[in-house]
């Protein structure tokens, strides 16, 4: 920490629950030096204060960020106004998880801003196939999308879905048609062999630029979502902090090239609704993963 940061403000963020990171407000944002963090932040991350300090922000911020959002982040902060939204990063161990963040200037007597300050709570984690890297299987990740609610009699909210038994067929489906190799093809799921699943799939192409498309959309899956998103883009879709965690779920199915099992869930008091969902990856003509498949399915009841 800085002589010239606050110390008594500092003092106050030792003890917060929440990350929380102070750099200094250069010119360039991924030359921005760190000059503080709290024990939270190393709590969250793994990083110990002493290996960031003074080190450029982009050490432990995910230089894959979008350009859209940094841009509307520096706009903010030029207006000396907050930025909130939500973000991928890379903990010290190579896990991921994804957080809630603001990003707000810390102004001067005179007005101008000499550092920046970063509060982050933690939404989701993404925890790695149980059977490891090498073998089968599906990750676990939260996520929260704006669908119909249901209001329940409950106290609490009901547990948390594990899977779907369509969806367990369709993962068997989908290891038997791959047959060993590292993915199966689009065009080995026709609607005859989809039959059983069709209104609950949408399809979503991967486009050259690494965006995604829908390029078909289920009645069923329409009606949880209040629309048909076929041939929407996913990063133009609104609210766009939430589709930025569908987003980060289908950038870890092309990455791994393996299904991942992602249950959807959303509540507010009284209300709640919960989806299962698998998404699986599926190739053109060679082992890249072309399209992803989604199945959706509400909560048994």
């Not at 709590?43 to 960020?65: H, N, Q, S, Y």
């Not at 896990?95 to 007597?109: H, M």
């Not at 984690?125 to 249901?150: C, H, K, N, Q």
Request: charged share 25%.
């Amino acid at each position: 920490m800085t002589a010239t940061l606050d110390n008594l403000a500092a003092q106050l963020w030792d003890s917060f629950p929440f990350s929380i990171v102070v750099t200094d407000y250069g010119d360039e944002p991924e030359l921005r030096k760190v000059v503080y963090v709290n024990a939270a932040f190393s709590d969250l991350t793994g990083f110990t204060a002493e290996e960031v300090l003074g080190k450029p922000i982009e050490t432990i911020e995910d230089c894959g960020r979008a350009a859209g959002r940094s841009a509307e982040c520096e706009a903010a902060l030029k207006k000396h106004k907050s930025y909130e939204s939500t973000f991928f990063h890379y903990r010290k161990d190579g896990s991921n998880y994804l957080s809630r963040e603001t990003v707000a200037p810390l102004l001067e007597q005179d007005g101008s801003i000499k550092f920046l300050v970063v509060l982050a709570m933690m939404i989701s984690s993404i925890e790695p196939s149980p059977l490891g890297e090498d073998g089968p299987g599906t990750a676990i990740v939260g996520l929260t999308l704006p669908m119909p609610m249901l209001e329940y009699p409950f106290t609490s909210a009901p547990p948390h879905l594990a899977s779907h038994p369509s969806l367990d067929a369709l993962r068997e489906l989908w290891d038997t048609i791959r047959n060993g190799r590292v993915l199966p093809r689009r065009d080995e799921f026709d609607l005859g062999t989809m039959k059983r699943w069709a209104s609950q799939v949408s399809l979503a192409t991967v486009t050259h630029e690494g965006r995604f498309r829908f390029r078909l959309f289920g009645t069923e899956v329409a009606r949880l979502y209040g629309r048909d998103l076929t041939n929407c883009f996913l990063d133009e879709l609104a609210p766009k902090d939430l589709w930025s965690v569908v987003i980060m779920h289908y950038l870890e199915v092309v990455k791994t090239r393996q299904p991942l099992f992602c249950p959807i869930s959303i509540s507010n008091g009284r209300w709640y609704n919960e989806v299962s969902r698998l998404l699986l990856p599926l190739a053109d003509k060679d082992d890249t993963v072309a399209f992803i498949m989604a199945a959706d399915y509400a909560r048994l009841r």
